[in-house]
T-cell receptor, first 116, second 114 residues
Framework: EPEVTQTPSHQVTQMGQEVILRCVPI?????FYWYRQILGQKVEFLVS????????KSEIFDDQFSVERPDGSNFTLKIRSTKLEDSAMYFC??????????????FGPGTRLTVL | AQSVTQLDSHVSVSEGTPVLLRCNYS??????LFWYVQHPNKGLQLLLK??????LVKGINGFEAEFKKSETSFHLTKPSAHMSDAAEYFC????????????FGGGTRLMVKP
């Protein structure tokens, strides 16, 4: 069964460094998402992406964050200058329809980001 | 605005007994609702979804959920718990008219005792 994959599974970085989290969505999906979960808190929406554009973003997704689909398979989340509070589990998801009542998002296993 | 409340952060049951994980939602329009499960070191796996068809929805591994509009609830049930059901369960509502973003409940950790 097709699945969303994410690399790395765990990333440790120093505060102020740039990180890139990578995701490979399901191959026929056209809509892509990033979510994060800070330890002990709810899973939060960051951004949705379709046709090489951001469709929707949350207040969390400020100028330090960016997303890109650099080729036909990868979807990346970049944090330009990491802060301690960026430490979290980051989940990538993809869906076929990008909306509509029957659409379903499929999630990857997550990347745990630790900022020291 | 939409929100989801999972009424129990932890639920403990014995193997072979019924499971009930409670979820209430708030939505300004008729929602799509989901239950996802997360096993340790695994991604979020879809258990089942409600999208305005039948109000009783059957999912994988014997789970089902009933959409009750009058109670704004979408509780997850299973008649008989198995050890492999031990995991974190998330109730989720979809904003399908806002970039399809999902709003998650706080999660319920299900523990199954032998």
């Amino acid at each position: 069964e097709p699945e969303v994959t994410q690399t790395p599974s765990h990333q440790v970085t120093q505060m102020g460094q740039e990180v890139i989290l990578r995701c490979v969505p399901i191959s026929n999906h056209l809509y892509f998402y990033w979510y994060r979960q800070i330890l002990g808190q709810k899973v939060e929406f960051l951004v949705s992406f379709y046709n090489n554009e951001i469709s929707e973003k949350s207040e969390i997704f400020d100028d330090q964050f960016s997303v890109e689909r650099p080729d036909g398979s990868n979807f990346t989340l970049k944090i330009r200058s990491t802060k301690l509070e960026d430490s979290a589990m980051y989940f990538c998801a993809s869906s076929e329809e990008g909306g509509g009542r029957s659409d379903t998002q499929y999630f990857g296993p997550g990347t745990r980001l630790t900022v020291l | 605005a939409q929100s989801v409340t999972q009424l129990d952060s932890h639920v403990s049951v014995s193997e072979g007994t019924p499971v009930l994980l409670r979820c209430n939602y708030s939505s300004s329009y008729s929602p799509s609702l989901f239950w996802y499960v997360q096993h340790p070191n695994k991604g979020l796996q879809l258990l089942l979804k409600y999208t305005s068809a039948a109000t009783l929805v059957k999912g994988i591994n014997g789970f089902e959920a009933e959409f009750k509009k009058s109670e704004t609830s979408f509780h997850l049930t299973k008649p008989s718990a198995h050890m492999s059901d031990a995991a974190e369960y998330f109730c989720v509502v979809s904003h399908y008219n806002a970039g399809n973003m999902l709003t998650f409940g706080g999660g319920t950790r299900l523990m199954v005792k032998p």
